[in-house]
């Protein structure tokens, strides 16, 4: 089974910074997309930042300029280096890939983390 784990997260002052990392594991054949998505209480989910496998990023306005995501394709992690953080950006972040498995046949699904919880607060 494809399987994501992320780690990372905390409590943070604001105006601090975290790094989350996330790793994937399993009968892999190519990460198409690597992303974290944040969800804050009594909000939907929201994309936070993503990366395809050309290196192509896109970022959420409210995060652009603070925020970094990066992968590594060799090893098969991501991580999301977030600088500057603010009380807003207190959420559950979701790491999310867009991965191919290892199979018989094209194999393209969507996968998540369980999600490691970000708090910034003084």
């Known amino acids: 089974q494809v399987q994501l784990v992320e780690s990372g997260g905390g409590l943070v002052q604001p105006g601090g910074s975290l790094r989350l990392s996330c790793a994937a594991s399993g009968p892999i054949f190519s990460i198409n997309a690597m992303g974290w998505y944040r969800q804050a209480p009594g909000k939907q989910r929201e994309l936070v930042a993503i990366i395809i496998s050309s290196g192509m990023t896109n970022y959420a306005d409210s995060v652009k300029g603070r925020f970094t995501i990066s992968r590594d394709n060799g090893k098969n992690t991501g991580s999301l280096q977030m600088n500057n953080l603010l009380p807003e950006n207190t959420a559950v972040y979701y790491c999310?890939?867009?991965?191919?498995?290892?199979?018989?046949?094209?194999?393209?699904?969507?996968?998540w983390g369980q999600g490691t919880q970000v708090t910034v607060s003084s």
């Open positions: 999310y890939g867009l991965i191919s498995r290892i199979a018989t046949r094209p194999d393209t699904s969507n996968y």
